[in-house]
C-alpha cells in the first residue's frame, strides 16, 4: 500500500531516510517536504545536516495560508476560493478587502460596518503632513509613501499591541483607509498643489480620485467610468500569493514588529523595477517604442542585447495571467481618454513577443494602459499598486501573527576557511 512518504537513499553513507509528505487543498498541484527533516541527512554526527538550496525562493514553500489561491500552469488566480474573474466584474475593492481579511464576503449590514469603519479613519494627522512636507518637491510619491507609513508606526503606539485583535483590527482599518490619502497627498506635494481633505460621501476610490485631482470645485464628481476602472485594479492587484512584497511583509512581521513597520517594508519591496515598479517601465517602454510599426525593430534591438522586455512573462504563470484580460477590457473603454495608439502598440507588441518568445503578457502590461488613461503620471503608479496591495498585505501579516516563527533562512557558505589573526603590522 502506498504511503505518503518519500524514501532518500544518501549515496555517500548509504544510509535511507524517510521523510512524510503533506498535501494542501489541491494535491493534484503539488505536494511538500519538511526541510527540516533533510537536516536528518548527515555523513557524520558533527554534521550541520542537509539544507535545500533555492536562490529567490523558486520552489520553497514558507508558510500555510488559507487566503490566495494560483495556479499558474492553467492561469487560475481565486481569493479565499472565488475565481478572480467574478469578484473584478461584481464586487468592489473594499468587498474584496473584508473576504480576503475575515476568510468570508461580508452581507450588507456587516459591509456598511466595515466601510464606515474605513471611511472615517482617511483623515491625516496634521503633523504627518508636515512630513509629507519636509520632502523635496521632486521626491518620487513612492519614496513618500514608503517613509509616512514608517512614521505612522509612530503615531499610533498601541500598534505593537499585535496580539490584542482590537488594536489589530484597528491599525487594519487606519492602514486601509489612509494609504490613498498618502499616495494623493504625495502627488499633489510633487506638483505643489494644496491638499485636498478626504469626501467621505465618495466611494473609496471616488474619494482618491477627489484628492488626486479636485481643484476649485465646491463638490468633486468622480466619472463613474473612471471610478469602476480603478475599483476593479484594485480588485485584481489586491493579493498575489507570496509574492516579493508580500514575502517581506510576512518576514517583517514574524519579528513581531507592527503593522505600519511591516507595510513600509513591504511597500519598499514593491518600489523596485522587477515588482510594483514594473508597470512604470512598461509606460517608458511604450513611450519609446511610439507606434505598432516600430515594434519590431525595438523587439529585436532589445533581445540582441540580451535585456528584458517589460510586461511579460511571470514568475508563477506559464500562461496569461488572468489578470490580464480584465486590465485590457477597461483600458478600451478609457482609450478616449488619452491616446489610442498606446493600445495599437500594445496589440502589436504582444503579437511579435509571442512569435519571438512564446511569452504571455502579466498584470503589469495593461494596468500601464490603464493608469495612463486614468491620467495617472508613471511615477505614481507603483504608489496606486501599494494601495490595491494593502488589503492582501494585512491579510497576510494577521496569518504570520497567529501561526508565527521568526523567519531566518539560512546560507550555503562560500567564503573562506578558518583563517589565522594577523596583527596589524604584519599584514
Given at each position: 500500500?502506498?504511503?505518503d512518504t518519500l524514501t532518500i537513499t544518501d549515496n555517500r553513507t548509504g544510509e535511507i531516510y524517510e521523510v512524510p509528505i503533506s498535501y494542501g487543498t489541491y494535491p493534484e498541484y503539488g505536494a511538500a517536504i519538511p526541510a527540516a527533516e533533510l537536516r536528518k541527512i548527515k555523513v557524520s554526527e558533527n554534521d550541520f545536516g542537509l539544507i535545500t538550496y533555492d536562490p529567490g525562493?523558486?520552489?520553497?514553500?514558507?508558510?500555510?495560508s488559507n487566503i490566495t489561491f494560483v495556479d499558474g500552469q492553467r492561469g487560475l488566480l481565486r481569493y479565499r476560493g472565488y475565481p478572480i474573474d467574478q469578484l473584478a466584474e461584481k464586487s468592489t475593492y473594499l468587498e474584496i478587502s473584508y473576504l480576503l481579511l475575515n476568510g468570508?464576503?461580508?452581507?450588507?449590514?456587516?459591509?456598511?460596518?466595515?466601510?464606515?469603519?474605513i471611511t472615517m479613519r482617511t483623515m491625516l494627522n496634521e503633523s504627518i503632513k508636515k512630513v509629507i512636507d519636509a520632502f523635496h518637491y521632486d521626491a518620487h510619491p513612492m519614496g513618500i509613501l514608503v517613509s509616512t507609513l514608517g512614521v505612522l508606526s509612530t503615531f499610533y503606539p498601541k500598534a505593537k499591541e499585535i496580539f490584542n485583535e482590537?488594536?489589530?483590527?484597528?491599525?487594519?482599518?487606519r492602514l486601509i483607509a489612509k494609504m490613498p490619502t498618502i499616495a494623493a497627498y504625495a502627488y499633489r506635494h510633487q506638483r505643489g498643489l494644496p491638499y485636498v481633505l478626504p469626501d467621505n460621501d465618495l466611494s473609496y476610490t471616488g474619494n482618491f480620485l477627489n484628492m488626486l485631482f479636485k481643484v476649485t470645485e465646491q463638490k468633486y464628481?468622480?466619472?463613474?467610468?473612471?471610478?469602476?476602472?480603478?475599483?476593479?485594479?484594485?480588485?485584481?492587484?489586491?493579493?498575489?500569493?507570496?509574492?516579493?512584497s508580500t514575502s517581506v511583509m510576512r518576514n517583517v512581521g514574524s519579528s513581531q514588529s507592527d503593522p505600519y513597520v511591516a507595510v513600509a517594508g513591504a511597500a519598499a519591496a514593491l518600489y523596485g523595477p522587477l515588482h510594483?515598479?514594473?508597470?512604470q517601465r512598461v509606460k517608458e517602454m511604450l513611450d519609446e517604442i511610439g507606434s505598432p510599426d516600430c515594434v519590431v525593430d525595438y523587439v529585436d534591438k532589445t533581445l540582441a542585447a540580451k535585456k528584458r522586455i517589460m510586461g511579460f512573462g511571470h514568475r508563477v504563470y506559464r500562461v496569461e495571467d488572468p489578470r490580464g484580460r480584465h486590465l485590457k477590457a477597461h483600458a478600451e473603454k478609457l482609450q478616449d481618454e488619452g491616446d489610442p495608439m498606446m493600445l495599437e502598440t500594445s496589440a502589436r507588441l504582444i503579437e511579435v513577443m509571442h512569435q519571438r518568445k512564446g511569452l504571455s503578457i502579466n498584470v503589469d502590461f495593461y494596468s500601464a494602459s490603464l493608469y495612463t488613461?486614468?491620467?495617472?503620471?508613471?511615477?505614481?503608479f507603483p504608489n496606486l499598486f501599494a494601495i490595491s496591495r494593502i488589503a492582501g498585505w494585512a491579510a497576510h501579516i494577521l496569518e504570520q501573527y497567529a501561526d508565527n516563527q521568526l523567519i531566518r533562512p539560512r546560507s550555503e557558505y562560500r567564503g573562506p576557511g578558518q583563517r589565522r589573526y594577523r596583527p596589524l603590522g604584519e599584514r
Open positions: 500500500m502506498a504511503k525562493y523558486t520552489n520553497t514553500g514558507s508558510c500555510k468570508e464576503r461580508p452581507n450588507q449590514e456587516e459591509l456598511n460596518d466595515w466601510i464606515d469603519n482590537e488594536s489589530r483590527t484597528r491599525q487594519i482599518w464628481e468622480p466619472d463613474p467610468v473612471l471610478e469602476r476602472a480603478l475599483d476593479v485594479l484594485f480588485i485584481l492587484h489586491a493579493d498575489h500569493e507570496q509574492n516579493c510594483g515598479g514594473a508597470n488613461y486614468l491620467r495617472l503620471p508613471p511615477d505614481l
